[in-house]
């Protein structure tokens, strides 16, 4: 059973992975965010009679010591994982280069680097916080993202913080909220010990779809799918115009449906012209 989870969670973690690694958040943040959330649903989903779940039995569940359950429960709302900077190994490099004196001009800003050197050098900043990656591979990655230039003068940083994409914050909370929906009906229908029915939830899938016709179902589903989306966000605010808001002895709940286009080409197969 724990095999079968194992690989669940694998597929569920790798979109949000390669997220992750497109906003240059690397293994240290990733894992402070996981403490939190196991922390956040073992005192929420298995507490008794209402009340937060103790820290003894999250400690116990989550597998992280009592101590640590108490720094994460006593987090401010929202505060960012406190590993941050170090993220990565890039991340810590332009944190080196924009807070270590060492590595600064006389007025407090980066410095321009030379190459080699015992002190104040691109060589010396790389030993300090590159950690056992090769140098000539951290300086090609640093030059390639755009994050350093090279001259005559030297190596010259560009950027504070190392982030490989620029979204949209609202398209990614969009995007948290899609994932979130989708697997929280997911886990539902597949808890063992539910009292209630099952949650609606379908899918129509190919594997060997020529890439043409991929883009053609597209456009069908862009055209169809707006439309029924439509049509049951109507039924929503009716249905919420003639009832008003939930009974007083009642707790209202968020509902609705979400839709999505399937398009994976790690599962597909090779399609010859």
Not at 47 to 64: D, E
Not at 66 to 78: D, F, M, Q, S, Y
Not at 81 to 89: A, D, L, Y
Not at 159 to 176: F, N, T, W
Request: some cysteine; proline content about 4%; aromatic content about 6%.
């Amino acid at each position: 059973m724990k095999n079968q989870i194992f690989k669940t969670c694998k597929l569920m973690l790798e979109p949000a992975i390669r997220l992750l690694l497109r906003a240059g958040i690397g293994w240290n943040e990733f894992a402070e965010i996981g403490k939190q959330v196991f922390v956040d649903v073992a005192r929420r989903d298995y507490g008794l009679q209402g009340r937060p779940t103790n820290s003894a039995r999250v400690s116990l569940m989550t597998g992280l010591s009592r101590r640590e359950v108490a720094r994460i429960k006593n987090l401010p709302t929202g505060e960012e994982p406190s590993v941050v900077p170090g993220s990565s190994r890039i991340s810590q490099v332009l944190s080196g280069w924009h807070l270590d004196r060492e590595f600064l001009g006389p007025s407090g800003e980066p410095a321009v680097l030379a190459e080699d050197g015992d002190t104040g050098s691109l060589s010396a900043l790389l030993d300090r916080y590159g950690g056992d990656i090769p140098r000539g591979a951290l300086v090609k990655e640093l030059v390639q993202l755009g994050l350093v230039t090279v001259d005559e003068s030297g190596y010259t940083v560009n950027a504070r913080e190392y982030v490989r994409m620029a979204s949209d914050p609202g398209m990614l909370r969009q995007a948290g909220q899609a994932i979130h929906d989708h697997a929280t009906t997911i886990v539902h229908n597949v808890a063992a010990d539910r009292s209630n029915s099952s949650r609606f939830e379908r899918m129509a899938t190919q594997f060997q779809v020529d890439p043409s016709d991929a883009i053609a179902f597209e456009e069908v589903l862009a055209e169809r799918g707006q439309a029924f989306l439509e049509e049951m966000d109507s039924w929503l605010s009716k249905s919420q115009s003639a009832k008003g808001s939930a009974s007083v002895n009642r707790k209202a709940v968020r509902t609705g449906v979400g839709m999505y286009l399937i398009y994976d080409e790690t599962q597909g197969t090779q399609h010859n012209a």
